[in-house]
C-alpha cells in the first residue's frame, strides 16, 4: 500500500514563499510518477504540477507557471513544491498524488493521495 505525507503548509502573507513537501512509502519510489493538486475552499481540487519519475520532466498549471517549482529526491522518497510569491489565491489544501502508470499520468488520473497540507495565504 502507497502512502504519502504531506508536510510543511501554514500561514504566510502575500508574496512570501514557502516549501511543503511529500514522502512516500510502501512502493519503490522512483518508480512512481507524481502530482500535486490543490483544493480551495468551495472550489474543485484542481491540478498544480506534475513530475516523472526521473524529475526531468515537469508540466505546470498556467496559474502557477513562473511561480512554483516542483522537484524530487528519489533517496528520500520526497517530493518537494516550492511557492514562491505566493498570492491569496493560493489558499487551498495542497495534496501530493502517485500513479505507477505513465498513461494515467498523462491523464493526470492518480490512483494515491496524500491527506493533504494547509497552505493560507493573507493578503
Known amino acids: 500500500q502507497v502512502q504519502l505525507a504531506e508536510s510543511g503548509g501554514g500561514l504566510v502573507q502575500a508574496g512570501d514563499s514557502l516549501r511543503i513537501s511529500c514522502t512516500v512509502s510502501?512502493?519503490?519510489?522512483?518508480?512512481?510518477?507524481m502530482g500535486w493538486f490543490r483544493q480551495a475552499p468551495g472550489k474543485e481540487r484542481e491540478f498544480v504540477v506534475a513530475?516523472?519519475?526521473?524529475?526531468?520532466?515537469?508540466n505546470y498549471a498556467d496559474s502557477v507557471k513562473g511561480r512554483f517549482t516542483t522537484s524530487r529526491d528519489n533517496a528520500k522518497n520526497t517530493v518537494y513544491l516550492e511557492m514562491n510569491s505566493l498570492k491569496p489565491e493560493d489558499t487551498a489544501v495542497y495534496y501530493c498524488?502517485?500513479?505507477?502508470?505513465?498513461?494515467?499520468?498523462?491523464?493526470?488520473?492518480?490512483?494515491?493521495w496524500g491527506q493533504g497540507t494547509q497552505v493560507t495565504v493573507s493578503s
Open positions: 498524488a502517485a500513479t505507477q502508470s505513465y498513461s494515467r499520468f498523462l491523464r493526470r488520473e492518480y490512483e494515491y
Open positions: 510502501g512502493r519503490t519510489f522512483s518508480n512512481l510518477e
Open positions: 513530475i516523472r519519475w526521473s524529475g526531468r520532466t515537469t
